[in-house]
């Protein structure tokens, strides 16, 4: 990266958020808190069977109902000629179902809208809803992920075997060879459980219509305000782009989950034009947990070679995909080029080879959610390798270590496509040892099976992608967007500055962190940056926030628009001076020939003469404004060591994480503060899914624990405090040397806990267990198996 | 509809109401108090977490009617006109929210707590605030704050033998 330009540079700096005072004093503005006058208010009526044919849709006791607006079905939103829902990633023979806001003739999960009813208020929109009367005709479900492909009943006639597609990546013939030399081969059948992602804030939208001016405005949760508006516009719709606001304002977390385009803000954004007002919609939780795409659900067969030192010679992968009902936007990006990429880890494997069959299921569909992909690889590969250490009887560390890609090895290409950007792994490793001090905490944990206590430790060095994505090369994969990321900054007469990016901030404080990258980048200060994000009116066409892009990606489109308004100001600056442009020099926001710092120019002055423009060189036009498009030439690659210390009640199985201990290289950070945050809520989901969380449905495909009463979000009490700390390991992709942060404590708790439950009971020579590690799921493995060592 | 007067943030209102309305509608959708939140359906989330006659309820379960009578804050009421309360200055200086969206109902806990508990270990204040649910911050920063807001309050009124500092909703301490 460039020198700070500060001598006290924010750059780096554990800045407080200039977000906090509004959310603190309950003047945030999130989707819901907005109102128009006029506003009505949609409920849905939605299918509960899991898989039904809509025989007939009776309306008329609902339309009886007082302040009833409207009351739309999918019919008629066809008749109209609205579309379909598409995919935006594309594989080579995936079946492309069609999926209307508003199902036609079949409801395919439980929970799919089938109508909506608007109403002047929405507990009278609730009340009608009630009373529209659906005919159904229900249907066999296919529910089992495993058991999809040979069910008789098809969830979408083009899709014979429930099969959406089958994809591999790697070189077979040479894993099968890898595994015929192996001294060692270990393997391990490993469900990843289906997850909800459940942001506190459910999804709202509110669509209003001018038919004065022909503009639509849709106020929505999105984590990527432009992708909503070209996608329900271009091709939901049908409504021309430059008509078309989208705004996402303060938006309540995403984990994903807000990535997408949803039906219910297809519907609203019809609806209004329809009934000439504006539309309001927010989702019931238990609306959440049937309706937002949820996460991972995978079932894996995995296999691992060694040689009889514990080298890894191969890896083998067959995995079975649970998409859901409908292909959400980018589901099938998830568990291929998110989840098989990611098989080499930080290890060094000569030959890997993944297969991955994705099913169509009657649930809810699935999609990414933190992490996506990257999550999956590293439970299969982290459980795998520990596994392999436990039978070869190694320290589950010591193996690790021998087969990390060594730090002379980068830029390093794995046999899974990707180019790692840069890496060091074991003084991550080295830092987590030393900071738990893991001799002792081994001692501690012999004299603690002495006592009849079973105390585990799991270690999980774990890889992620970020950065994303090089749009050239992620079009050749499938995608059906480019993923760069836009910037525009402009500089006002006074030499104040608003930045506008694309990106979009949803708990990660864009608004400080890209403020200080501006004041450090622009040597002027802070609070003369304003950042600016979320609304389509405004802001360039961006690709928003997800993937742990924000600052790797939409952080330098800001660095190189600063670098061009800076070259402009080094002009005027010459003009004025009367020297070579190329002799301008510039440090805090000062502009000089170099060697003469005392005759400067401020910012400010440059900026007003560039608004003034009665003294420009003749070729500089006036104003002081930039815009940039940053298109990654690779991903960045974030790394780091995770290790949780567990204790498993033998009488409850209950399991208390009592020690957690987090080091992550991100590349440089902006805000240090900022970034451990994330991790902590990142280590939290993670440890959540290793632990506690699963959607599970029946063999009906009813959702058994759609609610938060039964799905088990962690309170404040079931989780410990965290030890975090950092290596750096600047990336050599963009000039700000960032790797990204969002989702590495998502990506590595899991294991890291699995593994440390696993460690636990391994007296009652129990090898593995699948997620969640529930209590009552260990106290029966304890039951069952019984303290071996008693035997 | 039903008569109801009771006070908001120290302003008195006076409405007729649905039996059926929640409070937390009341607030949002009535009196546009818009920083009171809805995360669930179920009074699992505490996003809607006020105090009614100072003492925290989820107003996500309590009916506008219940309130009648009665003084309410929400987190619109509770920092002056020049400062946040020490619970919200806290977690500024803790880093302890993201999003946002539960950062208010957790304030309005943490307030809560700290009345009933002015000196909480970490332990009581985990368990304090289990009925309020953060996505984005594992709790860690948000402990902390409390922990920071007790001290900041506990600094302000020194503990002296045989007296009792007592927090009002506002947090201004009193000493009996």
């Known amino acids: 990266m460039s020198q700070p330009n500060t001598s006290e540079s924010v750059f780096g700096a554990s800045v407080l958020r200039r977000e906090d005072a509004r959310f603190l004093t309950g003047r945030g503005r999130y989707t819901d808190d907005v109102t128009l006058p006029g506003t009505t208010y949609a409920a849905f009526v939605r299918s509960p069977h899991a898989h039904a044919r809509v025989r007939a849709i009776d309306i008329g006791r609902a339309q009886q109902v007082r302040g009833v607006r409207a009351i739309f079905t999918g019919a008629q939103l066809a008749a109209d000629g609205v579309n379909g829902i598409p995919t935006a990633w594309l594989l080579p023979d995936i079946k492309l179902p069609a999926h209307p806001p508003l199902a036609v003739d079949r409801a395919r999960y439980v929970g799919e809208a089938v109508a909506v009813v608007i109403a002047d208020n929405a507990y009278v929109a609730r009340d009608a809803a009630d009373l529209v009367n659906v005919d159904y005709e229900p249907l066999p479900a296919v529910v089992d992920t495993e058991g999809a492909a040979a069910a008789t009943t098809l969830v979408h006639d083009i899709a014979p075997a429930n099969r959406c597609f089958h994809w591999s990546l790697g070189d077979a013939a040479a894993v099968d060879a890898a595994f015929s030399d192996a001294a060692h081969i270990v393997r391990q059948r490993l469900l990843n459980q289906r997850l909800a992602a459940v942001a506190m804030e459910p999804r709202s939208a509110l669509a209003s219509y001018d038919k004065a001016t022909e503009d639509l405005t849709l106020w929505v949760t999105s984590q990527n305000p432009h992708v909503h508006r070209l996608i329900m516009g271009a091709f939901v719709l049908g409504v021309p782009e430059h008509k078309f606001r989208v705004i996402a304002p303060d938006v309540g977390g995403g984990f994903g989950s807000k990535i997408f385009i949803y039906p219910e803000e297809c519907v609203l954004a019809w609806a209004t034009k329809q009934i000439a007002r504006p539309v309001k919609w927010t989702a019931t939780r238990s609306e959440s947990f049937l309706t937002d795409a949820q996460g991972r659900d995978h079932v894996t067969d995995v296999e691992l070679a060694l040689d009889a030192e514990g080298h890894i010679l191969g890896l083998r992968v067959n995995t079975i995909a649970n998409l859901g009902a409908y292909l959400s936007l980018f589901a099938p990006c998830v568990p291929t080029y998110l989840y098989g990429t990611l098989l080499s880890g930080v290890y060094k494997i000569p030959a890997i080879h993944v297969e991955v069959d994705a099913v169509f299921t009657n649930t809810t ?28 009887g190694m320290n589950p560390a010591a193996l690790r270590r021998q087969n990390f890609i060594p730090a002379d090895a980068f830029p390093y290409q794995t046999p899974v496509a990707l180019q790692y950007d840069s890496g060091n792994y074991a003084p991550a490793l080295d830092l987590a040892l030393r900071k738990l001090d893991y001799p002792k905490i081994l001692e501690e944990q012999a004299q603690a099976r002495k006592q009849g206590r079973y105390v585990g430790i799991g270690i999980s060095t774990y890889i992620e992608a970020c950065s994303i994505a090089p749009s050239q090369v992620v079009g050749s994969l499938g995608a059906q967007a480019g993923l760069w990321e836009s910037a525009s900054v402009r500089v006002h007469p006074t030499g104040k500055v608003s930045v506008f990016t694309g990106s979009h901030a949803h708990g990660q404080g864009h608004e400080t962190t890209f403020a200080q990258l501006a004041s450090h980048d622009l040597g002027i200060p802070m609070a003369d940056v304003e950042i600016v994000h979320g609304d389509t009116a405004v802001v360039p066409f961006g690709m928003g926030s997800y993937g ?69 060189p003749r070729d500089v036009e006036p104003g002081l404004e930039a815009n940039s498009f940053y298109d990654p030439s690779n991903f960045t690659f974030p790394f780091g060591a995770h290790i949780a210390v567990v204790e498993v009640s033998r009488a409850t199985g209950d399991v208390k994480v009592l020690k957690y201990v987090a080091v992550d290289d991100v590349g440089n950070v902006i805000n240090p503060m900022i970034v451990d945050g994330m991790v902590h809520g990142g280590i939290a989901q993670g440890i959540a899914q290793a632990l506690w969380e699963e959607v599970r449905f029946d063999d009906n495909g009813q959702p058994l624990n759609a609610s938060l009463m039964t799905y088990a979000v962690p309170r ?40 440390a439950v696993m460690d636990a009971l391994a007296p009652f020579g129990v090898t593995h267990l699948d997620m969640p590690l529930t209590p009552e799921k260990l106290w029966t493995a304890m039951e069952s198996a019984g303290d071996q060592r008693r035997a | 509809m039903v008569e109801i007067h009771l006070s908001v943030n120290g302003a008195p209102h006076h409405d007729e109401v649905e039996p059926r309305l929640l409070l937390v509608h009341y607030l949002r959708e009535t009196l546009g108090l818009t920083g009171t939140h809805v995360g669930c359906d179920t009074s699992q989330c505490g996003a809607c977490t006020v105090l009614l006659d100072g003492k925290s309820v989820k107003s996500c379960t309590v009916l506008t009617v219940q309130a009648d009578g009665a003084e309410v804050t929400t987190i619109e009421g509770v920092a002056t006109a020049d400062s946040m309360h020490p619970v919200q200055e806290a977690f500024h200086q803790e880093h302890g929210l993201q999003c946002g969206f539960c950062t208010p109902g957790m304030v309005m806990a943490a307030i809560d707590l700290l009345q009933r508990t002015p000196h909480p270990t970490d332990e009581q204040i985990r368990t304090g605030l289990d009925g309020n649910m953060c996505r984005c911050t594992g709790y860690h920063n948000i402990v902390k704050a409390v922990k920071a807001a007790s001290e900041k309050l506990a600094a302000e009124v020194p503990e002296r033998p045989g007296r009792t500092p007592i927090h009002t909703p506002l947090g201004v301490p009193i000493v009996q």
Not at chain 1, 552 to 562: S, Y
Not at chain 1, 731 to 745: C, D, F, H, R, Y
């Open chain 1, 548 to 616: 742990s892009r924000s600052a790797a990606v939409g952080g330098t489109a800001i660095h190189n628009a600063i670098g061009k308004i800076k070259d402009k100001a080094k002009r005027i600056a010459a003009h004025l001076l009367e020297a070579a442009p190329e002799d301008i020099t510039e440090e805090n926001g000062k502009y000089f020939v170099r060697g003469a710092p005392d005759r400067a120019k401020g910012f400010g002055e440059l900026a007003l003469t560039a608004y003034l423009a009665h003294n420009l």
């Open chain 1, 365 to 392: 569909p699935v999609d990414a959610y933190r992490g996506a992909g990257r999550p999956e690889a590293a439970y299969l590969l982290e459980r795998i390798v520990d596994i392999a250490a436990k039978q070869i």
């Open chain 1, 716 to 755: 404040a009490d079931q989780l410990p405090s965290f030890d975090t700390a950092r290596t750096v390991t600047p990336s050599p992709v963009n000039p700000l040397g960032i790797k990204g942060a969002g989702e590495t404590g998502t990506i590595a708790s899991t294991p890291a806990v699995a593994n």
